[in-house]
């Protein structure tokens, strides 16, 4: 008879530690699951963005409905940069940069871009890079900590042709992986 209580109890004991190591088994995880939450969180909030493409100002390189990833911390634009601009009434935009602070852009009247003297590679851009009526005036500097942006479909954008340069504190980050979403 004791030996039966005595294993009894032995059994008792060892359903007990079990049932503590479950539970801190299961605090383990959700800890662990809170902490990957976060990271995520803190990473795609501070440090990584996703954005979808809407409209044709940027084709062909990017079309209507493609998802981006874009670098928030990036603080060094240059020119062919593909950046995501926050512009007052949170209007955003993807565009490209074509000239950074001091660059003298001119945009001649058959559609001719040139920065600093050098005519554009057209090989990413659709359609001619007219000036648009009542915009800015060209030859066109452009100032400190702003950059000229303009998006690949010439035709169908608005840009800086239209707004001017846009200030580096617009430009929310610089995109650099795209997937395209087509059905």
Not at 22 to 27: G, H, L, N, T, Y
Not at 121 to 146: C, K
Request: aromatic share 10%; proline share 3%.
């Amino acid at each position: 008879m004791k030996k039966t209580k005595k294993q009894s109890v032995e059994d008792i004991l060892e359903e007990k530690i079990v049932k503590v190591q479950r539970r801190r088994e299961w605090k383990r995880f959700l800890v662990e699951c809170v902490v990957v939450i976060v990271a995520v969180y803190l990473i795609f909030h501070f440090c990584i963005g996703l954005a979808f493409v809407s409209g044709h100002s940027m084709e062909p390189s990017l079309k209507d409905g493609e998802l981006v990833v874009f670098y928030r911390l990036d603080s060094a634009y240059q020119p062919d940069d593909i950046v995501i601009v926050h512009r007052e009434g949170d209007a955003e935009y993807i565009k490209r940069i074509v000239a950074e602070p001091g660059d003298v852009v001119e945009l001649s009247k058959e559609g001719v871009l040139s920065v600093n003297g050098l005519e554009e590679d057209r090989l990413a851009v659709s359609g001619q890079t007219l000036p648009e009526d009542g915009s800015i005036e060209f030859p066109y500097t452009v100032p400190e900590g702003s950059y000229f942006v303009l998006g690949d479909n010439r035709e169908n954008s608005s840009d800086s042709r239209s707004f001017g340069a846009v200030s580096q504190d617009e430009i929310v980050g610089r995109v650099f992986f795209h997937l395209g979403m087509t059905t």
